[in-house]
């Protein structure tokens, strides 16, 4: 296919198909680095932390939590929507860019999916946790039971027991359908008989033929084809949460789109944080170059954008509408007693991004990684804004009051955060991070002596 | 020369309005409807042109001509209506003009809702708009002439300008000059509900310039493929648009706060053949006709279902616009409405077609010409 | 494939889709081609059908879509119904969420499914991988050998066409 010459290439430093093999299993083959004993020391110290926070809730229950009769939603649902949304960024690469050709995904989509998976799994351990009784969680489910009594599909909580199980099934077959030929590779470059035989029985027998190739392709395109109304649709049904209910800040018509747009404005900036170390660790830089960086920062400008204009069309509403309770919600917001969780969040995700309009900035490895965190802190202050700032200032006066988290709770966060970095520094070791096949495929349109043969 | 016979038949609906006594509000609301389609279809022809030039993709190189002259239509359009305005259609129109009848939810929004500030945001939209069609067109007839790849950044400039600058203004716009009729009620997805249904539209709208075009014997190198990737939007689009239409109505009818669900109780008790056709012909056909991967790059299918969605969506814009500015009993599609709109259809064609021969159709110094030119997809 | 094959590879897709479409018109039966990743234009060249997977997708969508909405709307009119905020016991625009979750996953595994079943791909299945260098860098031609045909013949053309490291299990 012809490509114009004035596009940068994709992938630097003339490489041949057998050097991306050789590039891209590099990460798993050896023993590991130091830093990567490092990073999971302290992950696992995180975990042991969520452990027992968890051993507390478990034993002595939600009270544990500083939760009250008035703010009953707190750190958990905030933890929960902030993971679900940072679970965005994957299948929004690997089905929504697909869609749109955008051949920059496929060296990000393979790590950025199990991202995705990750961080569903953390998100998935609150609601479960938040019941209390952890091990009554199979209720949410219809089953037949003794008590004739069915679930309640009229509820948006249990849209999302079946947004977020959807979610992360066909988020994992999708990856995992993608993984299949790479896991073939793994298993032909194997050195030991153990090794073979393992990479053997999850690559499914993998052998590369034609017919199957383009099954896989069809079957690639089709999941991408249902995978992106169902990325829209997830944190659509989370903002159902909030906006079927007729509280002050939560009860508005804009929170579906815009709950999908901060979803990915979080997803990508925590690609960016993790991609921009791992770049660099995993010495993958010719391939996740500053290209790539690029075009993730311009897809955080679009959604921080988006992120933006809802806030300032909520507030102007608010006014607009009349409502004195929607008006007085607002004004709490931005100056009441939690007005600094406010301008955390207004700062992050509406400022701080806009900074990516400079060519500069957005090509800077340091400014991005810097920006990046800022996003991922602006949007769990986005969450906890919501969450706590609508509930804390009941309709009676009287039954007013303030939150916040007890040390449990900040455990569990943290926990789920040990959580996360465990699994993926795991999946760095055990999968290849980038999907080889895909690399391959563009590298004869995009890579860089091919790009060079052109301009000759 | 139909542009004009066509033009001739809106002029004839108006008059047939105005002889046959029809109710004011009704003749002032069809002419704020089709001048506010019009303009629309402007503002995403040229929205088509910039949001690939910022993407920096190549397939569409070839059509973007189109969306370039579709442009033009902006500030005919603008003109058109501000002569609506100005000629009594903002008390026909807008329940808040009536100063001196307000309630008391209507005066707590006069700081916002009032004619002067009206007319100012009215004239920045306008001037905004057309100053960056003019710009974006002169810098890609530049790039035309002699393909410096400067002119090229210069039009990604402009490009990343307008979009931001749409993507306010649009919203905007929206609640100016259509959830204001419903001056008490209100949603905060009402805009980008707004610009998805300008954004199906335009897009199918393009589509049938470049197959009449084609007809004509222009456009050559325009393929299936390029058709395929025009259908697979407005297959997207349309689930897109359905999706923000089922967000709003859920939440409103979850809610169920009677100052929110009035909006749709006037529609599904008074106007429930309009809301249901809305439906069907905006997201059920377009979502069942265009799945197939090949009816996508056929014209056979294509075209039909790019005329529905225009259809479907001034069907929309109908339902968004004459429950609050006509009310059910004046309310009504006849002679006045189809005629009036053949004739706003044939205006826009006029200036389409004048702007489409300002210019080569085929913009071939432009970067990625070549690209669009040998372009075909797997999928 | 319980036949007489002869296989050959290519360094390069290039060559390959070039050889692929000289053995395809000189009558030769290709068994299979591997490769490392998806070549552009090699279904084509080896007049491969239109995939009906998309079909599955679409009839595995529609029964769980039917399913999730029947279901729900069987539990609160027959069921048990319990009346909720108001809501009429049949009220369509609660029922789209699940209904629409449940389509998405029936048309995904369904889809999955029958791609995997249909080429007998699945965990430990047992498959011949005539050159584990098809994963890397080369593009293997499978060649049958009919019985009326003439092995040098095969041979010949493969090595017309720039084939290399040409073995045959015969």
Known sequence: MYVSPIREPLIRGEKNYSQVTKDILAPMAGKPSIYWYLGISLALIALVFGAWATYQTVYYGIGTWGLNKTVGWGWGITNFVWWVGIGHAGTFISAILLLFRQKWRTSINRSAEAMTLIAIACAGFFPLIHMGRLLLGFFIFPYPNTRALWVNFNSPLLWDVFAISTYFAVSLIFWYVGLIPDLGTVRDKAKTKIRKAIYGFLSFGWTGSAKHWSRHETVSLVLAGLAAPLVLSVHTIVSFDFATSVIPGWHTTIFPPYFVSGAVFSGFAMVLTLLIVARKALNLEEYITVNHIESMNKIIILTGSIVGIAYITEFFMAWYSGVEYEQFTFMNRAFGPYAWAYWIMMTCNVVTPQLFWFKKIRTSLTATFIISIFVNIGMWFERFVIVVTSLHRDFLPSSWSMYSPSLVEVGLYVGTIGLFFTLFLLFIRVFPVIAIAEVKSVLKSSGDHQKTAHHE | ?379 | MNKDYITAYYNDEEELLKAVRQLKDKGLEILDVLTPFPVHGLDKALRMRRSRLSMVAFWGGAVGAALGFLFQAWVFTKGYPLNFGGKPFFAIPSFMPVTFEMAVLFAAFSMVFAFLIYFKLGPGAKTVIHDERITDDRFLVVVGIRKESNYQEIEQALIATGAEGITHNV
């Open chain 2, 1 to 379: 020369m139909a542009g004009f016979a066509m033009v001739a038949i809106g002029l004839l609906a108006l008059v047939y309005g105005w002889i046959a006594g029809l109710e004011a509000n009704r003749i002032y609301a069809n002419l704020h409807l089709n001048s506010f389609y019009f303009v629309s279809l402007g503002l995403i022809g040229l929205f088509f042109v910039a949001v690939h030039a910022i993407a920096e993709s190549g397939w569409q190189v070839s059509m973007q001509r189109v969306g370039e002259a579709m442009s033009m239509f902006i500030p005919v359009g603008g003109i058109i209506m501000l002569i609506v305005f100005l000629s009594g259609g903002m008390h026909h129109l807008f329940e808040w003009t009536h100063k001196d009848h307000l309630d008391h939810i209507l005066i707590k929004k006069v700081p916002y809702l009032n004619q002067p500030f009206f007319y100012i945001r009215f004239f920045v939209f306008f001037a905004g708009w057309g100053l960056l069609a003019w710009l974006i067109r002169k810098t890609s007839r530049q790039l035309d002439m002699n393909g410096d790849i400067q002119y090229f950044h210069r039009l990604r400039k402009y490009s990343a300008f307008y979009v931001v600058f749409l993507a306010i203004t649009s919203v905007v716009s929206s609640w100016d000059w259509l959830m204001s009729i419903d001056a008490h009620w209100f949603s905060t997805l009402y805009g980008w509900y707004v610009f998805s249904s300008m954004l199906v539209t335009g897009f199918s709208v393009i589509v049938i310039f470049v197959f009449v075009l084609q007809r004509m014997g222009y456009m050559k190198h325009v393929n299936e493929e390029h058709i395929h990737d025009m259908g697979k939007y407005m297959f997207g689009l349309s689930i897109f648009w359905a999706y923000l239409w089922f967000s709003q109505y859920l939440l409103i009818w979850y809610a169920n706060i009677p100052e929110e669900t009035i909006y749709f109780y006037e529609r599904l008790n008074h106007f429930d053949t309009v809301f249901f056709f809305n439906l069907v012909v905006n997201f059920v056909i377009p979502f069942l006709l265009l799945m197939p991967r090949n009816a996508k790059r056929v014209y056979s299918v294509v075209i039909p279902v790019a005329v529905l969605i225009f259809i479907g969506h001034w069907v929309d814009l109908y339902q968004l616009i004459m429950p609050g500015a006509v009310g059910h009993e004046a309310a009504g599609i006849g002679f006045l409405e189809i005629g009036l709109t053949i004739g706003f259809l044939g205006l826009f064609m006029l200036v389409t077609f004048w702007g489409l021969s300002k210019a080569p159709l085929v913009p071939k110094n432009h970067p990625f010409y070549e690209e669009s030119l040998h372009y075909h997809t797997n999928y």
